[in-house]
Nanobody, 119 residues
Framework: QVQVVESGGGLVQAGGSLRLSCAAS????????MAWYRQAPGKERELVAD???????NYADSVKGRFTISRDNAKITVYLQMNSLKPEDTGVYYC?????????????WGQGTQVTVSS
């Protein structure tokens, strides 16, 4: 059984900051990617940032220079520091963890945490 739990969402004014956390627990093995996605109302879920086990990091163009993803492998936790927030950053933010070995691959999602940025 694997649990993925996000925290840190909330309401903030434009220009403000929030820090999201996501902790995974349970039968996690050969973990590769820890990532953040978001989904705005009426839109598809999109990648915000991901952090690969080899150190590769990717950001959506819309958040480059404002968001920073970090990862603590010992705690199986990933963070998303969000600065200079804009109203268009509003949405539900989901944590995703995935990995595996040989033919067995897995992906787990958290329940999501709401981020609302007021103008």
């Amino acid at each position: 059984q694997v649990q993925v739990v996000e925290s840190g969402g909330g309401l903030v004014q434009a220009g403000g900051s929030l820090r999201l956390s996501c902790a995974a627990s349970g039968s996690i093995f050969s973990l590769n990617v820890m990532a953040w996605y978001r989904q705005a109302p009426g839109k598809e879920r999109e990648l915000v940032a991901d952090f690969h086990s080899d150190g590769e990091i990717n950001y959506a163009d819309s958040v480059k220079g404002r968001f920073t993803i970090s990862r603590d492998n010992a705690k199986i936790t990933v963070y998303l520091q969000m600065n200079s927030l804009k109203p268009e950053d509003t949405g539900v933010y989901y944590c995703n963890v995935r990995g595996g070995v040989d033919l067995y691959e897995y992906t787990y999602w958290g329940q999501g945490t709401q981020v609302t940025v007021s103008s």
